[in-house]
DNA sequence: AAATTTACTGACTCATTAGTTAGTTTAACC
DNA sequence: GGTTAAACTAACTAATGAGTCAGTAAATTT
């Protein structure tokens, strides 16, 4: 393994055996260990095998396995709210901002399922304890928000915004979560590839716009 | 506790300390203890002493506790298999149908939403390994049949049945199984309360049957 | 190059867990 | 009322798991 620092004296920018990046390695590792098997069922001696390093390494890093996952559901759920925050829907008109949002969710849980799987676990096995609400707050704020609005501009037909909303979420996660109990549906395809996954957004987006307009 | 039988000498139906009773006991406290955690985060000594007996007893009755999953799943299921059986939809028209099984659906989980969490967690944790498929073809096979009629008739638009049964199905588990992260959105409410519950079973109907129709 | 700090490990502890076994209690039948 | 079989338990085993700690090796500082 050569190089491991390319700066040499840039403030404690660079540690001795890179521990930002074994860091970052424990987090990957931890993420798909817990997007499988939730917080009680991960396995610490697992997640240390996975990233090469010994189980003690995790406890130089993260006091227990809680602060573990919550730095998991951290990274996560910043980096969706990333996401969102620069999706810029204000000047959109409803329909057209739906549809964008319908596409950010979408391709979000495309590039990582895992996001679904762990706020999945974490409902059904946490009771939500860890549930980060301002994460919620923002995305069912935002879609309900945009449902008011299509329904004052009467492009939208008269709906429950909330319950609209949930089931919004629902439909841009579902195939996603419960992909393993699908795949039978579609023999010798890969529910993730790049052709399913173009038609599945196509479709997904054109039942939700379908099930709003008026 | 008196009266434990009522009949004397019917074969083998009672038994000395109703044997019959305690099974459905623990299959009972099995399918809470399994909603919640799945197969491998489930203690058998929990599923015990919430049916009041000792962990030896359930393997007395069961062999293992893949055995009692897989029995847990089977009574699930037959329910449900049931439930769906007795729907008669080939005499409706395709909407009237559609709008017939959802309602099942939705009161399906209303009843018993320890099914979805149940099959979320089979699709996460077991990779669907013990995902009853028979159950899957019945259902996915009869929503996709109805699309396939309605598209025929012209009552419905131009869609991909699969994916479309996908996402209606997600729409009719996701409010269950995500509950917990959910409750949130309605403070102070009880989400499968009455009216919640009659609220969100007529916006999902609503939704879905207008993201189909022509 | 010696001293110090940072990254990491091996070998532990103690609690918990699936599964077993030998034995006890209760009811059924004669 | 004594025998037998069914229902159930207490007390185990063997394995596994979270977390600890004393110590080592590599890099950094002086």
Redesign the interface.
């Known amino acids: 393994m050569p190089v491991i620092n390319k700066q040499k004296t840039t403030k404690t920018a660079t540690l001795s055996r890179n521990s930002e990046a074994t860091k970052t390695q424990l987090l990957d590792a931890a993420e798909v260990e817990f ?4 917080l ?2 991960a396995r610490m001696e697992a997640i240390a095998a996975h990233t090469g390093v010994t189980k003690a390494t995790i406890y130089y890093y993260f006091p227990s396995k809680e602060e573990l996952y919550r730095a998991v559901l951290g990274r996560c759920f910043t980096e969706a709210l990333g996401m969102m925050e620069q999706l810029q829907l204000d000047c959109l008109p409803a329909d057209a901002a739906l549809v964008r949002l319908l596409e950010q969710m979408l391709d979000c849980m495309s590039q990582n399922p895992r996001i679904g ?1 762990i ?10 304890k860890y ?1 980060p ?1 301002h994460l ?1 707050d923002l995305l ?1 704020g935002t879609i309900i928000e945009i449902l008011n609005q299509g329904m004052t501009a009467g492009v939208f ?1 008269e ?2 915004p ?3 909303a ?2 919004i ?3 841009c ?3 996603f ?10 023999p010798g395809k890969r529910l993730l590839g790049k052709d399913l996954l173009q ?2 957004r196509q ?2 987006i ?3 716009m ?4 008026n």
């Open positions: 997007a499988v098997t939730g009680i069922g799987s706020l999945s676990l974490e409902a059904i096995q946490n009771k939500g549930y609400k919620g069912y037909r709906l429950e909330r319950h609209t949930v089931n979420v629902g439909t996660t579902f195939y979560t419960a992909q393993e109990n699908l795949k039978y549906l579609w038609r599945h479709e997904s054109d039942l939700i379908a099930g709003v307009r």
